[in-house]
């Protein structure tokens, strides 16, 4: 039993270089179990090993793969996938959030609109979107002045690290997946709330049950806030 501890643990520290410090120490384990498989030792010490390792291993992996970001400043093409309730047209300027599908993570990108048709078409969507896009990453901005607002720390609490300039965008098809469906109910919905003849309750609705204030004069909100009941337009568990 001594000797599997010793050889696991050499096995756990190179693999814990490996995954943290990057591809200098794949010849170290490349070496490492070549070497272990060549001894002449019974197959079930080298199953105990190979097992332990293996187990480490994917654990590191999983860890590591939720630890931060894992892409580098500047130009790339990323395909993603976009939640319709995430996208917003502000003027000429498209804005949305998407995952990543190869490692995850999630990307807030920005898109100058060419033509005013094209930004009719994008408020109508009612589908979550695959999209391909090619543009500059970026460190958010943070706060430019003390006490301002932090966007980048705003980000972070979501766990999202970049914002995306993009320059060229191609839509390869439709989103698919619980997220994609629970997404499209969403805009569904509040497509529908829009659309209501009385507007302040839509509104209040929206306000409610999306987050969104927006249509609620900012006096009533204060007005809220001064007699302490501003969090129920606060309430996680009603945000869908």
């Given at each position: 039993m001594k000797r599997v501890l010793i050889w696991v643990t050499i096995g756990y520290i190179?693999?814990?270089?490996?995954?943290?410090?990057?591809?200098?120490?794949?010849?170290?384990?490349?070496?490492?179990?070549?070497w272990l498989l060549e001894q002449k030792a019974d197959k079930k010490f080298l199953k105990k090993v190979l097992i332990y390792d293996a187990l480490l291993l994917a654990f590191l992996m999983g860890y590591y793969w939720r630890l931060g970001s894992?892409?580098?400043?500047?130009?790339?093409?990323?395909i993603l996938e976009v939640p319709i309730h995430e996208v917003k047209v502000k003027g000429d300027l498209l804005q949305f959030m998407g995952r990543e599908v190869k490692s995850g993570e999630w990307l807030v990108s920005f898109y100058?609109?060419?033509q005013l048709e094209v930004k009719e078409s994008w408020l109508n969507r009612g589908q979550s979107l695959?999209?391909?896009?090619t543009g500059e990453l970026?460190?958010?901005?943070?706060?430019?002045n003390l006490g301002g607002f932090n966007y980048r720390q705003f980000l972070e609490r979501e766990e999202i690290y970049w914002t995306l300039?993009?320059?060229?965008?191609?839509?390869?098809g439709n989103m698919r997946g619980p997220l994609a469906v629970l997404s499209?109910?969403?805009?569904?919905?509040?497509?529908s709330l829009e659309g209501m003849g009385e507007p302040i309750i839509g509104n209040y609705v929206k306000a409610l049950f999306f987050n969104e204030r927006s249509g609620i004069d900012k006096e009533v909100m204060q007005s809220y806030q001064a007699i302490g009941i501003i969090?129920?337009?606060?309430?996680?568990?009603?945000?869908?």
């Open positions: 190179l693999e814990i270089l490996l995954i943290f410090h990057g591809s200098t120490w794949e010849v170290g384990v490349l070496v490492y179990y070549v894992h892409f580098q400043e500047g130009r790339g093409t990323f100058r609109l060419p695959l999209i391909k896009v970026k460190v958010p901005n943070a706060a430019n300039s993009v320059d060229r965008l191609q839509i390869l499209n109910v969403r805009k569904a919905i509040y497509c969090h129920l337009f606060s309430l996680s568990g009603f945000h869908v």
